[in-house]
């Protein structure tokens, strides 16, 4: 079992920056993965951002060259680094942790490919 306790939401205007931070406990070895989705109502969940106990990380096309993934492994917390937000951006983001290859995570985030995942914590830009 993996607990995820997701934090750092909050409302920004449009260019800002937000810092989200995921904390891990339990069985890490089932959170090899470590991954962010977001999700706004009536949509389903989109995975945003990963990365692998190596290093190796996953960006969604809408995200890259503004958010950074990273994870501190002796703290066992990850971190979503979101610059340059856009409105677009708003949504519930959530912690996810998953045990598959790497293979399975680098073409493409999907939420079944995970087993473990945070309470969400609410991003919301401003025009």
């Known amino acids: 079992q993996v607990q995820l306790v997701d934090s750092g939401g909050g409302s920004v205007q449009s260019g800002g920056s937000l810092r989200l931070s995921c904390a891990a406990s339990?069985?890490?070895?089932?959170?090899?993965?470590m991954g962010w989705f977001r999700q706004v109502p009536g949509k389903e969940r989109e995975g945003v951002a990963a990365?692998?106990?190596?290093?190796?990380?996953y960006y969604a096309d809408s995200v890259k060259g503004r958010f950074t993934i990273s994870r501190d492994n002796a703290k066992n917390t990850v971190y979503l680094q979101m610059n340059s937000l856009k409105p677009e951006d708003t949504a519930m983001y959530y912690c996810?942790?998953?045990?598959?290859?790497?293979?399975?995570?680098?073409?493409?985030?999907?939420?079944?490919?995970?087993?473990?995942w945070g309470q969400g914590t609410q991003v919301t830009v401003s025009s």
């Open positions: 996810a942790a998953g045990s598959l290859p790497w293979t399975y995570y680098s073409p493409g985030l999907r939420a079944p490919q995970f087993n473990y």
């Open positions: 339990g069985y890490m070895y089932s959170a090899k993965c």
């Open positions: 990365i692998y106990t190596g290093g190796s990380t």
